[in-house]
């Protein structure tokens, strides 16, 4: 990824992660699981929106973006996903 995309990534990386996962739910549970999910954990509201209105192909399930993620540093032991 060049760096023009690495400045619209979060910078919140609990917010990123939640965010992530909650898109890993639209694939497996569904739209409301998901929207759920994100409201819960405090995603803002036009986020949320984006996210449920793009089709699942425009989304990558948690896991896929593994080292295109630099946010990670070397040797970081990856987390778990948040808590549903």
């Known amino acids: 990824m060049d760096q023009r995309g ?30 759920r999910y994100l409201v819960k954990h405090g995603a803002p509201a036009h986020v949320i929106e984006r996210i449920l209105a793009a089709p699942p192909s425009a989304r990558r399930p948690y896991g896929s973006h593994g080292s295109n993620d630099r946010r990670k540093t070397t040797g970081a032991r990856p987390s778990a996903p948040p808590e549903v």
């Open 6 to 35: 690495n400045e619209r990534r979060r910078t919140d990386a609990g917010m990123a992660e939640s965010i992530q996962f909650g898109v890993s739910l639209l694939f497996v549970a569904g739209k409301e699981e998901a929207r």
